[in-house]
């Protein structure tokens, strides 16, 4: 994987290799390529340590317009106001990775990662975040990393996958917080439903350091 990547895992523990994205403080000695890669974006000198981006409730948001790489702050969303300047979102699809298809290699995928998928039919192996129920015997290895964490009741047979059915995946406050749903009228005052879901986000400290183009 690329150093510096930043990918979702439903999971309550980081890859090897991979770091919360916390806002954690690193050597940078010690992580030479990501402190050259990300520098003092996120906090630190960029020489002597290097801080990570720090997605504790938040959601990530591409940069733009105004908005510069490691800014954190809060956008109020008005969507009766903004819909006819600025869309307020675009629907795509969140799948996870229920089983290893092949042999484990370099910045292959990992069974509980999340990631965003344009089209409609997942590749064989990866399913929708939707909620669905699962037998356990048929993914033992995905439950033994999910485990009830995202049950809508408690069962001996089936388990469910993260359901993000409209909703934004956001890092917890706390690693408790994994897995619950939190209101949008932070965002909206006119919010009625459970927008965000918690997830982690882990960025990629060891690894390939990607070329640049």
């Not at 938040?58 to 790489?69: F, I, S, V």
């Not at 008005?78 to 629907?91: E, L, N, Y």
């Amino acid at each position: 994987m690329p150093i510096g990547e930043i990918r979702l895992f439903a999971a309550s523990f980081a890859p090897v290799g991979w770091e919360f994205c916390e806002g954690q403080t690193l050597n940078a000695r010690q992580h030479a390529e990501l402190a050259s890669r990300i520098g003092k974006t996120f906090g630190g000198d960029g020489q002597e340590t290097v801080a990570l981006p720090d997605l504790r409730g938040r959601a990530a948001m591409h940069n733009g317009n105004d908005m510069k790489l490691g800014n954190q702050r809060t956008i109020p969303i008005d969507a009766s106001q903004r819909s006819s300047q600025v869309p307020a979102k675009v629907h795509v699809n969140y799948i996870i990775l229920t089983k290893n298809l092949q042999r484990m290699g370099e910045g292959e995928p990992f069974i509980g990662e999340i990631r965003i998928f344009a089209g409609s039919n997942a590749t064989r192996g990866w399913i929708p975040c939707d909620g669905r129920p699962l037998k356990i015997f048929e993914n033992t290895p995905l439950y033994a990393l999910l485990g009830n964490k995202y049950a809508r009741d408690h069962r001996n047979d089936i388990f469910w996958v993260p359901n993000l059915d409209g909703r934004v995946p956001v890092h917890p406050p706390t690693r408790d917080d994994l897995g619950t749903t939190a209101d949008a009228r932070d965002f909206d005052a006119n919010a009625q439903t459970k927008t965000h879901l918690a997830l982690s986000f882990h960025i990629a400290a060891e690894g390939m350091f990607p070329e640049r183009p």
